[in-house]
């Protein structure tokens, strides 16, 4: 089967890992199974916000088969506060949450006791029969609330439930901006609270060696070397002894990008016990303990002028941060603030980020964190700018796009765009789309009284960044580079070690493809190690759509390192110089003279005979390693690169019950060189999955006691395959100059543009009736409801301008709109 | 998702089944465990025993007999009832099993457990009190039969007793300018029903309706059978489509439920939109007979 020869990068390979995982024949955490393994269960709070007033676990200790029994009280004094984005001094200093809740609990879902047990049964009998007397408090899980003087306090000592706010971007632009403009629209919209719900919970399964005191952790992560590193500090224990891997992982979205502390607990349990320990999450513990995200509320001013040039945005973002801190809590809000302008030039612009504790699971990273918010933010209002304007939304995009010319650009907000051509990708979709001829369609359609919509999107999102170092703290460990090395065994095999973190989006393969190309052999032939920190090289996982930009970038000037002594020894064997070789399937051949030709296998063995025999006085093997970083353009600026994409969506809204179908809808993404378009396609399916699931059905739902009312697949809506419209996907490859592999990231484009395309449909199919707005998700009820409203409203009028036709102008329901002369 | 312990018995006849059930404190019938087994695993329902009728092959199937005689075997799948062939003059059983939750529920769960669940926004109650079927209960000395009329007590709660085994529905249909259909809104998560509207009808040779019946799943507290909508309908011709959808937007047994998922006047609106549609093909079905 062997293709050698023909070029791997570009072709729609495959994925190496399917075969394995498609019949079942992974192996994910709970696979993992070792002789004397214990059982770890944990009782969470059944409140929002309560004391403890007493804990008995007598009962529960005393059941055969239980091992231990941890409270708060027992680890106050020998483990710290767990590792979160609040550090002493820092501007996002928040208190200490505790492995196990101490004196009070401050979400349903927090780790009050943990029971240990010699079968998973026992440990959940044993949970049931341990008593603990709380005395339940108010709680606040709405944000607005949550702000009121009156409003239960999460944190007492830090009197307030306001985490942080901080204004971003140029105020006083903003207001003579606004002040100037034509028009102004002022929206508030609300991106709902969702739950990320990947396929596989969390689970740990941990063992301890106390010979040769080495800790291992099997774990369900996106980022290995992170938790190794918060292992080791949580634990004490030395790091070069910690061992953490990720076996196969299914979905990680953001959610396994951090520690937690049922995670640090088991590992602990299991150096404690010197016994193998596994925890699995339950599902819902999932819903109620694993972070959520989105969770943001925004008042919005955005100033237009009639030509349609956009003149200024003033935002005040209310941003969820739960009870307390996790890993990366506040960075979705940062996140948010720093992309809120999109691909366009808005000369003005503010965004006051307000943060505040409630008593919920806390707000962490979901893919195309802080990005799909402000894709959906800025995608909203464009579209609301054009309604209100009257002008087309395509060409108000197409008047505000940065254009070619004007990167690297610098945002109001002081983000920096790296590259950008987002006609590209808008014309490829409007071609796909017959954009024309669509609208057209649509008014026959709405002259026959059918609701139709078309909803564009045109975000612009930064891929694979990490923060600048002014602003990190001691645990944001995110790099903007990966390292990578390629060693080629004495049978010519070729062992690629990288430090990103499959969780099912198929790096290996184009990491294969990359190597492949380079050192002209065929898949088969390579394997790639990974998620292992005594294997794989030091590196910052996989989240931010990084893996391909960083990894695959250092993967490529790895192989190009090995293939260049590989062309040095074979020089040597054929008495040759380097630029008269190529390699080809396996060879390294004299140019024009095919007849001189050498084996990878025998450059291979040369490469490993002693160092007195090494011609040139290479030293043996054939292993390189490289780096490569992304560049930054200045220190204070934040290191990433731009990707964008256009998503175009034709829908019907069925006025009797408010259902939405989806005619079509068209993804272009310019996700760069695509390594493997096939991948790159399902990384749209799935991103544009989980945006239209936000978009359509998914929201976390809490009520006044701060109860999860969503907490199974009962209540809580996330997309099937049946509820999924065929996508049409295409990409317009624009290589991206700042990496030799030409790449810019895709793992997060679905979800940026899927929410607010979907959105802007439904609202441009029920425009004819003067909706302006509705807030997601849009199930049926709420898009019924909204249709009802509007259709009194559109009889009130016309009834109204019977009566007075002078008034009919006014009676036009155009709410909470400003203009100015 | 961990049980609590709980003893588990493969009956290998009915007779085995109620004896183990009037004998066993705290026994519990497993039919196809779709609604029972996510209950034992959350243990919000703890039984001593599990009593499995899934080995009892008397219990599946459909037969026919005279005079539209119709017999399904509890045991017998939502799948099994789809596009059955003894069933292609009652399309509504196809309507019906086709949008039950998905495809392993389908797969697994019966008409039977259905019915003894008496969820109120499952699909298969409406049909029954339609098609004004009767279930035959057995229990270890006794037998029984229950009219669809009488079956559901209140939320959850069928005439089923703690002692009983659901063994059989039955149904007396009509054939002659018969019609009847399914149509229902999902709520989006679980796939039960928001409002659901099981339509059986008879026209006479003037295409009047004759005789019509309409059960409603996932609107109130209990499946009911709307009466009073029937009493509107019976006697003329399909109204206009205009005026059906007001009829059936003023059902008067209609007491809609209230939750995460839809409020009262939605859940109206849906029954509204999903009666409307289902008399209408009912109708059509009736008429094309």
Redesign the interface.
Same mark, same amino acid.
């Given at each position: 089967m062997s293709e050698a020869g023909k070029a791997k990068m570009g072709q729609p390979m495959n994925r190496l890992e399917d075969p394995k995982l498609v019949t079942g024949n992974g192996c994910y955490v709970d696979d993992i199974k070792r002789d004397g393994m214990l059982h770890l269960?944990f009782l969470r709070s059944p409140y929002a916000h309560a004391d403890i007033l007493s804990i008995d676990t007598d009962a529960a200790l005393a059941l055969p088969g239980v091992v231990a029994i941890y409270t708060g009280a027992d680890l106050a004094d020998k483990l710290g506060p767990v590792p979160s984005f609040s550090v002493p001094g820092n501007f996002f200093n928040t208190p200490d949450m505790h492995m196990l809740a101490l004196d009070k609990v401050r979400f349903v879902g927090e780790m009050v006791v943990a029971v240990v047990a010699s079968d998973?049964?026992i &440990?959940? $009998?044993a949970r049931?029969l341990i008593k603990v007397n709380y005395k339940p408090l108010p709680a606040v899980t709405d944000i607005e609330k949550a702000l009121l003087d009156d409003a239960p306090l999460v944190h007492e000592s830090m009197g307030s439930n306001r985490a942080f706010m901080i204004p971003i971007g140029d105020a006083e632009g903003a207001a003579k901006a606004l002040e100037g403009a034509d028009v102004v629209v002022k929206e508030r919209l609300i991106n709902q609270r969702v739950i990320p719900n990947p396929m596989e919970t969390r689970g740990v399964v941990a063992e301890y060696s106390p010979w040769d005191n080495e800790l291992t952790a099997w774990i369900s992560t996106q980022a290995p070397q992170n938790l190794r590193r918060d292992f080791a500090k949580f634990l004490d224990h030395p790091d070069a002894k910690l061992r953490v891997i990720a076996p196969d992982v299914g979905g990680g979205f953001g959610p396994k990008g951090a520690v937690y502390p049922d995670e640090l607990m088991t590992v602990y349990v299991a150096r404690e016990l010197a016994r193998p320990v596994k925890w699995i999450e339950?599902?819902?513990e999932s819903m109620m303990a694993t972070t959520h995200a989105r969770g943001q509320v925004y008042d919005v001013e955005m100033g237009v002028n009639r030509d349609g040039s956009i003149q200024g945005l003033r935002i005040h973002m209310l941003a969820h941060m739960g009870a307390h801190y996790g890993a990366n809590t506040p960075v979705t809000a940062m996140v948010t603030a720093a992309c809120i302008t999109g691909a366009y030039k808005i000369p003005h612009a503010v965004l006051n980020a307000e943060s505040v504790f409630t008593h919920t699971t806390c707000i962490d990273a979901y893919r195309g964190f802080g990005r799909t918010e402000s894709s959906y933010l800025i995608e909203r209002m464009v579209n609301r700018l054009a309604q209100e304007i009257d002008m087309d939304p395509v060409e108000l995009r197409h008047k505000n796009f940065i254009q070619p010319d004007e990167f690297p650009y610098i945002t109001p907000m002081n983000n920096t765009y790296d590259d950008g051509h987002y006609e590209v990708s808008m014309s490829r979709a409007l071609e796909m789309a017959d954009y024309d001829a669509l609208r057209e369609q649509q008014r026959v359609f709405r002259a026959k009284g059918r609701y139709v919509g078309i909803g564009v999107s045109s975000h612009v999102w930064r891929a694979s960044f990490r923060m600048p170092d002014t602003h990190g703290t001691d645990n944001w460990c995110i790099g903007g580079w990966e390292k990578s090395t390629v060693t080629v065994s004495d049978n010519g095999g070729v062992t690629v070690t990288i430090g990103t973190c499959s969780m099912g989006q198929g790096i290996a393969t184009a990491t294969a493809q990359v190597v492949a190309d380079v050192l002209s052999i065929d898949t088969d032939n390579i394997k790639i190690v990974e998620k292992d920190t005594f294997a794989a090289p030091f590196g910052n996982g996989s989240m931010g759509s990084r893996s391909m930009v960083t990894g695959g970038s250092a993967t490529l000037l790895a192989a190009k390192k090995a293939r260049a002594k590989i062309l040095r020894l074979a020089a040597h064997l054929l008495d040759s110089v380097d630029d008269e070789l190529e390699l080809k399937d396996g060879c390294v051949l004299v140019v024009g003279q095919p007849e001189k030709s050498v084996s990878l296998f025998d450059i291979a063995r040369l490469s490993l005979r002693g160092q007195e025999e090494q011609p040139l006085n290479e030293e043996p093997t054939i292993e390189e390693s490289a780096v490569y970083e992304i560049p930054k353009f200045a220190p204070e600026f934040a290191t990433h690169t731009a990707a964008w994409g256009t998503h175009l969506c034709l829908v019907e809204v069925q006025p &009797? /019950?408010?259902k939405i179908d989806i005619l079509r809808y068209i993804a272009v993404d310019d996700v760069g060189r695509a390594i493997n378009p096939k991948i790159c396609a399902g990384q749209i399916h799935g991103g544009v999955a989980q945006g239209l699931g936000q978009a359509l059905?998914e929201e976390a739902?809490y009520d006044d006691d701060g109860q999860l009312? /969503?907490s199974s697949?009962? $209540?809580?809506? /996330?997309p099937?395959a049946t $509820?999924m419209p065929w996508l049409e996907v295409d990409f317009t490859e624009t290589p991206n100059p700042t990496n030799a592999l030409g790449v810019r990231g895709v793992g997060e484009s679905g979800t940026c543009g899927a929410s607010p395309v979907l959105v802007n449909a439904v609202v441009d199919a029920l425009s004819p009736l003067g909706v302006t707005h509705i807030d997601m998700p849009l199930?049926?009820?709420k898009v019924?409801?909204a249709i009802q409203q509007a259709q009194g409203d559109v009889q009130e009028a016309s009834r109204h301008s019977q009566k007075t036709p002078r008034d009919s102008q006014q009676a036009q329901p155009r709410p909470q709109q400003e203009q100015h002369a | 998702m961990i049980p609590s312990q709980f003893d588990y018995i493969a009956a290998q006849s009915v007779e085995q089944a109620t004896r183990l059930l009037e004998q066993t404190q705290g026994a519990k019938i497993l039919a196809g465990g779709m609604s029972l087994l996510p209950a034992v695993k959350a243990r919000l329902n703890e039984p001593g025993l599990l009593i499995d009728i899934g080995k009892l092959d008397e219990l599946v199937g459909v037969s026919t007999g005279w005079l539209g005689r119709l017999k399904i075997g509890a045991m017998s799948t939502h799948v099994s009832l789809i596009d059955h062939p003894d069933l292609t003059a009652q399309p509504i059983f196809s309507d019906a099993a086709r949008v039950i939750a998905d495809v392993q529920v389908r797969n697994r769960g019966t008409i039977g457990g259905s019915l003894s669940y008496a969820d109120p926004a499952a699909d298969w109650p409406a049909v029954f009190l339609a098609l004004e079927g009767e279930v035959l209960l057995r229990s270890h000395k006794k037998k029984r039969k229950v009219k669809a009329e009488d079956f559901f007590i209140s939320m959850m709660t069928s005439a089923v007793a703690s002692n009983e085994l659901l063994t059989e529905v039955a149904f007396s249909l009509d054939s002659k300018r018969a019609g009847n259909a399914y149509i229902k809104h999902r709520q989006p998560a679980s796939g039960l029903a928001l409002a659901g509207a099981a339509v059986n009808l008879v026209v006479d040779k003037k295409q009047r309706i004759e005789k019509i019946n309409m059960g409603v799943s996932g609107v109130n507290a209990m499946p009911f059978l709307a009466r009073s909508l029937s009493e509107k309908l019976q006697g003329g011709v399909l109204p206009s489509e205009d005026a059906l959808q007001k009829l059936c937007a003023q059902v008067d047994e209609c007491d809609p439920l209230e939750d995460l998922h839809g409020g009262a006047d939605y859940r109206r609106a849906l029954l509204a939109n999903a009666a409307s549609r289902s008399i209408t093909l009912a109708y059509q079905r009736a008429t094309a007979a």
């Amino acid at each position: 089967m062997s293709e050698a020869g023909k070029a791997k990068m570009g072709q729609p390979m495959n994925r190496l890992e399917d075969p394995k995982l498609v019949t079942g024949n992974g192996c994910y955490v709970d696979d993992i199974k070792r002789d004397g393994m214990l059982h770890l269960d944990f009782l969470r709070s059944p409140y929002a916000h309560a004391d403890i007033l007493s804990i008995d676990t007598d009962a529960a200790l005393a059941l055969p088969g239980v091992v231990a029994i941890y409270t708060g009280a027992d680890l106050a004094d020998k483990l710290g506060p767990v590792p979160s984005f609040s550090v002493p001094g820092n501007f996002f200093n928040t208190p200490d949450m505790h492995m196990l809740a101490l004196d009070k609990v401050r979400f349903v879902g927090e780790m009050v006791v943990a029971v240990v047990a010699s079968d998973r049964y026992i &440990a959940r $009998d044993a949970r049931e029969l341990i008593k603990v007397n709380y005395k339940p408090l108010p709680a606040v899980t709405d944000i607005e609330k949550a702000l009121l003087d009156d409003a239960p306090l999460v944190h007492e000592s830090m009197g307030s439930n306001r985490a942080f706010m901080i204004p971003i971007g140029d105020a006083e632009g903003a207001a003579k901006a606004l002040e100037g403009a034509d028009v102004v629209v002022k929206e508030r919209l609300i991106n709902q609270r969702v739950i990320p719900n990947p396929m596989e919970t969390r689970g740990v399964v941990a063992e301890y060696s106390p010979w040769d005191n080495e800790l291992t952790a099997w774990i369900s992560t996106q980022a290995p070397q992170n938790l190794r590193r918060d292992f080791a500090k949580f634990l004490d224990h030395p790091d070069a002894k910690l061992r953490v891997i990720a076996p196969d992982v299914g979905g990680g979205f953001g959610p396994k990008g951090a520690v937690y502390p049922d995670e640090l607990m088991t590992v602990y349990v299991a150096r404690e016990l010197a016994r193998p320990v596994k925890w699995i999450e339950e599902r819902q513990e999932s819903m109620m303990a694993t972070t959520h995200a989105r969770g943001q509320v925004y008042d919005v001013e955005m100033g237009v002028n009639r030509d349609g040039s956009i003149q200024g945005l003033r935002i005040h973002m209310l941003a969820h941060m739960g009870a307390h801190y996790g890993a990366n809590t506040p960075v979705t809000a940062m996140v948010t603030a720093a992309c809120i302008t999109g691909a366009y030039k808005i000369p003005h612009a503010v965004l006051n980020a307000e943060s505040v504790f409630t008593h919920t699971t806390c707000i962490d990273a979901y893919r195309g964190f802080g990005r799909t918010e402000s894709s959906y933010l800025i995608e909203r209002m464009v579209n609301r700018l054009a309604q209100e304007i009257d002008m087309d939304p395509v060409e108000l995009r197409h008047k505000n796009f940065i254009q070619p010319d004007e990167f690297p650009y610098i945002t109001p907000m002081n983000n920096t765009y790296d590259d950008g051509h987002y006609e590209v990708s808008m014309s490829r979709a409007l071609e796909m789309a017959d954009y024309d001829a669509l609208r057209e369609q649509q008014r026959v359609f709405r002259a026959k009284g059918r609701y139709v919509g078309i909803g564009v999107s045109s975000h612009v999102w930064r891929a694979s960044f990490r923060m600048p170092d002014t602003h990190g703290t001691d645990n944001w460990c995110i790099g903007g580079w990966e390292k990578s090395t390629v060693t080629v065994s004495d049978n010519g095999g070729v062992t690629v070690t990288i430090g990103t973190c499959s969780m099912g989006q198929g790096i290996a393969t184009a990491t294969a493809q990359v190597v492949a190309d380079v050192l002209s052999i065929d898949t088969d032939n390579i394997k790639i190690v990974e998620k292992d920190t005594f294997a794989a090289p030091f590196g910052n996982g996989s989240m931010g759509s990084r893996s391909m930009v960083t990894g695959g970038s250092a993967t490529l000037l790895a192989a190009k390192k090995a293939r260049a002594k590989i062309l040095r020894l074979a020089a040597h064997l054929l008495d040759s110089v380097d630029d008269e070789l190529e390699l080809k399937d396996g060879c390294v051949l004299v140019v024009g003279q095919p007849e001189k030709s050498v084996s990878l296998f025998d450059i291979a063995r040369l490469s490993l005979r002693g160092q007195e025999e090494q011609p040139l006085n290479e030293e043996p093997t054939i292993e390189e390693s490289a780096v490569y970083e992304i560049p930054k353009f200045a220190p204070e600026f934040a290191t990433h690169t731009a990707a964008w994409g256009t998503h175009l969506c034709l829908v019907e809204v069925q006025p &009797a /019950t408010g259902k939405i179908d989806i005619l079509r809808y068209i993804a272009v993404d310019d996700v760069g060189r695509a390594i493997n378009p096939k991948i790159c396609a399902g990384q749209i399916h799935g991103g544009v999955a989980q945006g239209l699931g936000q978009a359509l059905m998914e929201e976390a739902v809490y009520d006044d006691d701060g109860q999860l009312l /969503t907490s199974s697949f009962l $209540d809580y809506c /996330t997309p099937k395959a049946t $509820d999924m419209p065929w996508l049409e996907v295409d990409f317009t490859e624009t290589p991206n100059p700042t990496n030799a592999l030409g790449v810019r990231g895709v793992g997060e484009s679905g979800t940026c543009g899927a929410s607010p395309v979907l959105v802007n449909a439904v609202v441009d199919a029920l425009s004819p009736l003067g909706v302006t707005h509705i807030d997601m998700p849009l199930k049926p009820e709420k898009v019924w409801k909204a249709i009802q409203q509007a259709q009194g409203d559109v009889q009130e009028a016309s009834r109204h301008s019977q009566k007075t036709p002078r008034d009919s102008q006014q009676a036009q329901p155009r709410p909470q709109q400003e203009q100015h002369a | 998702m961990i049980p609590s312990q709980f003893d588990y018995i493969a009956a290998q006849s009915v007779e085995q089944a109620t004896r183990l059930l009037e004998q066993t404190q705290g026994a519990k019938i497993l039919a196809g465990g779709m609604s029972l087994l996510p209950a034992v695993k959350a243990r919000l329902n703890e039984p001593g025993l599990l009593i499995d009728i899934g080995k009892l092959d008397e219990l599946v199937g459909v037969s026919t007999g005279w005079l539209g005689r119709l017999k399904i075997g509890a045991m017998s799948t939502h799948v099994s009832l789809i596009d059955h062939p003894d069933l292609t003059a009652q399309p509504i059983f196809s309507d019906a099993a086709r949008v039950i939750a998905d495809v392993q529920v389908r797969n697994r769960g019966t008409i039977g457990g259905s019915l003894s669940y008496a969820d109120p926004a499952a699909d298969w109650p409406a049909v029954f009190l339609a098609l004004e079927g009767e279930v035959l209960l057995r229990s270890h000395k006794k037998k029984r039969k229950v009219k669809a009329e009488d079956f559901f007590i209140s939320m959850m709660t069928s005439a089923v007793a703690s002692n009983e085994l659901l063994t059989e529905v039955a149904f007396s249909l009509d054939s002659k300018r018969a019609g009847n259909a399914y149509i229902k809104h999902r709520q989006p998560a679980s796939g039960l029903a928001l409002a659901g509207a099981a339509v059986n009808l008879v026209v006479d040779k003037k295409q009047r309706i004759e005789k019509i019946n309409m059960g409603v799943s996932g609107v109130n507290a209990m499946p009911f059978l709307a009466r009073s909508l029937s009493e509107k309908l019976q006697g003329g011709v399909l109204p206009s489509e205009d005026a059906l959808q007001k009829l059936c937007a003023q059902v008067d047994e209609c007491d809609p439920l209230e939750d995460l998922h839809g409020g009262a006047d939605y859940r109206r609106a849906l029954l509204a939109n999903a009666a409307s549609r289902s008399i209408t093909l009912a109708y059509q079905r009736a008429t094309a007979a």
